[in-house]
Structure formats: C-alpha cells, structure tokens
C-alpha cells in the first residue's frame, strides 16, 4: 500500500524536489534548517552546523524538524468551530506543496482533526485527505464530475478557518469563505 503522500504524487526525483523546496519554504526561517531531497530515498535534514538527519518521508521529515525546534511559518493554532471553508488555486493545486502542508499541520497540531478534499490539478481524479491525532491519510474518493471545481479545495472541522487562512498563505490562495 502506497504513503498517503504517494497517493497525491508518485515518488519521482522531481517531485521529492518540490516537496523538499516547498519544505524550505514553509519551515520557520529562525529554525537554521535547511531540506533536500536525496535522491529517490527521501530527504536530508541539516541544520547550520552541517549535522544531517535522513526522512524517508514526510512525516519522518516533520518529525525530525520538530524535534529540533522548527514550527511552521506563520503557524497559529488552530482554534474555532467546526466548520467547512473553501479555497480556491486559480492555477489548479501543488500537490507537492499540500502534502507538505498536510504533514507540517498533523505535525504542529497533533489534537486536531480536519478533512480537505481536494481537486487533483491534471483533473483526474478528487482526493480526500484526513489529519487526525497527528496522522494524515489520503485516499482517491471521486471522478472529476462528482467532486469540487476543479481549483477549490474544501477545509473541514474545528478550526478550519484558521486551517484555510494559512492553506491561503501558504499556497498563495484566497479563502472564499464558509460553504
């Protein structure tokens, strides 16, 4: 059975890369840490004094970043109700860079539960991603014509505004609002 973060993106050099920019990007910049991908195995981890930390994954990876301190930028906890927002990728989804996302949340909130569907970009296929008790999985629930427009992601459960406020962030998308 493939990784919930395979599903959303087979394991290929380029995406192991964009996962790991994506990584950078999202990681603290006062952490010191510093990601790549390394080669068809994973990701290297290092810090400013050149110490390296190997991930076989992406939970591994977040896992390790937060062992040492790192959170994720501009990260507030996830409060509020249980609700369900919309956000919209004009360009269609990074699936590199949500899977990212989706690891650093179970990461940085491990109480939480939240469910996001989300459109594939090449419109294949709908994808439902769940964090619960700091755990992602990710399964195909959907053909295109039953699921969401194909640039709108769904963020469900408690706290899911704050949830989609920095999915927006992040991925440099609008919340559209509760649906």
């Not at 959170?71 to 004009?90: I, Q």
């Not at 569907?117 to 959907?142: E, F, H, K, M, N």
């Amino acid at each position: 059975m493939p990784r919930w973060e395979d599903i959303l993106a087979p394991p290929t050099r380029s995406v192991l890369a964009a996962r790991a920019a994506s990584t950078d990007r999202l990681l603290d910049g006062g952490s010191g840490l510093r990601v790549r991908s390394w080669l068809s195995a994973g990701y290297l981890l290092s810090d400013r004094v050149g110490r390296t930390a190997h991930a076989a994954d992406l939970d591994a990876l977040w896992r390790a970043a937060g062992e040492r301190g790192a959170r994720p930028k501009g990260w507030r906890p996830l409060r509020g109700a249980d609700t369900t927002m919309s956000v919209e990728a004009p360009g269609g989804w990074d699936l590199a860079a949500a899977a990212v996302w989706f690891a650093a949340v179970a990461r940085a909130e491990p109480d939480t539960s939240l469910e996001i569907t989300l459109p594939d970009p090449a419109g294949a296929r709908t994808l439902l991603v769940t964090i619960d008790s700091g755990a992602v999985r990710a399964v195909v629930v959907t053909d295109p014509p039953d699921g969401p427009p194909e640039a709108t992601a769904l963020v469900s459960g408690a706290g899911a505004a704050e949830a989609a406020r920095h999915l927006e962030e992040f991925g440099g998308r609008r919340p559209r609002g509760p649906v």
